[in-house]
């Protein structure tokens, strides 16, 4: 009699229940389970070259630093010795403490400090008022102003350089620290510029107007509405041209000749020993003191870069 029972509620069954062998309904049977499971394998070997190429990619990007940092930590003899990608018999601190003083980073630091901060200050305060000029505000001919700044960024570096230096000479800037920002600062308006603009025709002309309707003025639509909603664009334009003077080699190399003056990037250049001999263990530790804080400076900063970069990327 059980048996009976029990055949008629398997031939009530609904049918698929039944073709997958008496599962509850609504639970996975074999073959789905297996089927699920070819097509998250397919998919994983159908990204695996990509996921080779990143990690090659990232081997490539993260190799150097390591092998600079490494090779911060050896004596000058195991340059010569050992293998280049040789290990360091131990950490000799003693590379970072000779280039502090010995080799003047700190003074070098302190000139690119100098320099670099305020060219970058004068360039954001020139160049956000700039942009929201040329792209919120209407007036005859910034359009024509507009393409000068464009003019500006295809002029190439090397070409100004002899022009620049006889201005200097004449002017008495030559060996000077506002040779540095004065170039720097006229250098990096054009990009900035552009790229402020770009960041201010984002931003939606309802919220400037509704400011206006409710009695805000010229200066505080733009300190209180249009500036906040850019700021991720201002740490981005900020850090690239950060960037571009804590790198710069050419202008402080043409303008720069006392030792006193020199920024890290030309200070460098000076690890050299009796005879032209490179102290390489100091010279490692140099880099790597004018590399990691710039490094480390981008990853606190990364995310806010990211949505700068995409920021005008819904509405253009």
Do not use: C
């Amino acid at each position: 009699m059980h048996t009976d029972v029990a055949e008629r509620q398997f031939q009530q069954a609904p049918t698929g229940w039944r073709a997958r062998g008496g599962t509850r309904p609504g639970s996975p049977g074999r073959a789905g389970r297996a089927g699920r499971s070819g097509r998250a394998g397919w998919r994983w070997l159908r990204r695996l070259p990509l996921r080779l190429l990143l990690a090659f990619l990232l081997v490539i990007e993260i190799y150097p630093l390591l092998w600079l940092l490494l090779s911060s930590f050896k004596e000058n003899a195991e340059f010569s010795l050992r293998p280049l990608w040789a290990l360091p018999e131990g950490l000799h601190w003693q590379n970072y403490l000779a280039a502090w003083t010995t080799g003047n980073i700190g003074l070098y630091f302190l000139n690119s400090v100098l320099t670099v901060f305020p060219s970058l200050a004068l360039i954001l305060l020139l160049s956000v008022p700039a942009g929201f000029a040329l792209e919120v505000m209407r007036w005859r001919g910034r359009n024509a102003v507009l393409l000068l700044f464009l003019a500006g960024i295809m002029v190439p570096l090397q070409i100004l350089l002899l022009p620049l230096f006889t201005i200097y000479f004449h002017l008495q800037l030559i060996d000077t620290r506002w040779a540095l920002i004065i170039t720097y600062t006229g250098f990096g308006l054009p990009l900035t510029v552009f790229l402020m603009a770009g960041y201010f025709k984002a931003i939606p002309r309802e919220l400037l107007e509704a400011a206006i309707l409710d009695g805000a003025g010229l200066a505080q639509v733009f300190f209180r509405v249009a500036v906040p909603l850019v700021s991720n664009g201002l740490v981005t334009v900020a850090l690239v041209q950060f960037f571009f003077l804590w790198n710069d080699l050419l202008f402080s190399l043409t303008f720069i000749s006392s030792d006193s003056l020199r920024t890290i990037q030309t200070g460098l250049l000076n690890f050299s020993g009796e005879y032209g001999q490179v102290a390489w263990g100091p010279t490692f530790a140099a880099v790597s003191l004018a590399v990691f804080p710039t490094l480390l400076l981008y990853l606190l900063l990364n995310q806010r870069v990211i949505k700068g970069l995409t920021a005008g990327a819904l509405k253009g």
